[in-house]
T-cell receptor, first 115, second 111 residues
């Protein structure tokens, strides 16, 4: 039982490049989400999904796309990387209980630098 | 927008002392959760308190919730060097699933 796995752990991109951050969970959780963490800002929600085929925007969705074709995977795509997207990205999963009466499990993070 | 706001931003204590962190939030919630983040790692869930609960304990952790003041506190008793980490509160609204995080409190416990 690996929990939530994120790849890669580190990535350096040039401005304008695209890439996909991978997230996979093996706990059969319906709810998955992506956050970015910047110094002094805490965690901010980018996109989330309440099940396969269903996604929605969070607080800071611009410049990012997501899809959810399976319960296990929730990749985050950067279409055209910008220096403002330099951050640490976290994927999380939890049971889908409205009101969130359940703990979230986080991956180890992807540290992305855009130059 | 971010819901929670932790106070203080940073806290430095010695081993054996108690550490208290506070969290204030803005809107109605279904529950409030506390997470710990060790340097360079992901977040780990510590404790969840529901809106109809006032106090909850888990080992050396004690959490209180005052919905009338929209605030919560996390008390870590008899701190250890291994408690050094950042601590975040997060809230979930009645209608949602998403966690809304505060900016965190950085705790340093020195031997």
């Amino acid at each position: 039982n690996a929990g939530v796995t994120q790849t890669p752990k580190f990535q350096v991109l040039k401005t304008g490049q695209s890439m996909t951050l991978q997230c996979a969970q093996d706990m059969n959780h319906e709810y998955m989400s992506w956050y970015r963490q910047d110094p002094g800002m805490g965690l901010r929600l980018i996109h989330y999904s309440v099940g396969a085929g269903i996604t929605d925007q969070g607080e800071v969705p611009n410049g990012y796309n997501v899809s959810r074709s399976t319960t296990e995977d929730f990749p985050l795509r950067l279409l055209s990387a910008a220096p403002s997207q330099t951050s640490v990205y976290f994927c999380a999963s939890s049971l889908r209980i409205r009101g969130g009466d359940t703990e979230a499990f986080f991956g180890q993070g992807t540290r992305l630098t855009v130059v | 927008s971010q819901q929670g706001e932790e106070d203080p931003q940073a806290l430095s204590i010695q081993e054996g002392e108690n550490a208290t962190m506070n969290c204030s939030y803005k809107t109605s919630i279904n529950n409030l959760q506390w997470y710990r983040q060790n340097s360079g790692r992901g977040l780990v869930h510590l404790i969840l308190i529901r809106s109809n609960e006032r106090e909850k304990h888990s080992g050396r952790l004690r959490v209180t919730l005052d919905t009338s003041k929209k605030s919560s506190s996390l008390l870590i008793t008899a701190s250890r060097a291994a408690d050094t980490a950042s601590y975040f509160c997060a809230t979930v609204s009645n209608s949602g699933y998403a966690l809304n995080f505060g900016k965190g409190t950085s705790l340093l416990v020195t031997p």
